[in-house]
């Protein structure tokens, strides 16, 4: 299982963002993969061994050709990282809004 914070910070590059989300839509070989970019095949395998080293991708063989498939586990990791945001978010706009209905009410006793 890959590390979420990891994760992010590999995906902050544009080029492994994009061939990321290429993967995403369906497995890919380094030759489709580069065919689709401006980057050269070399380059576009860089850009996996970083992918698969943070554990965002895997890969399997078809013949003599690595396929490469977007991790699920990897995608749930960051998904609960970012649902473990969102309900840390939402939570503290909750006790903000509470504490404003608090000060709107306290000031409407006074007057």
Known sequence: MTNASIA???LGDPTRRNI????????????EIADELPVSR???SQ????????G????????TRRIYHVDPKAVEAMRRY?????DKAVES???????QEELSDSKGEKQ
């Open 8 to 10: 992010w910070q590999v």
């Open 20 to 31: 990321f989300e290429r993967l995403a839509r369906r497995p890919m070989a380094v030759v």
């Open 42 to 44: 070399p380059a576009v």
């Open 47 to 54: 850009h996996l061994k970083v992918l698969k080293d943070a």
């Open 56 to 63: 965002l991708v895997v890969v399997s063989r078809d013949g």
């Open 82 to 86: 970012l649902d473990r945001l969102w």
């Open 93 to 99: 706009f909750k006790d903000f809004a509470e504490r």
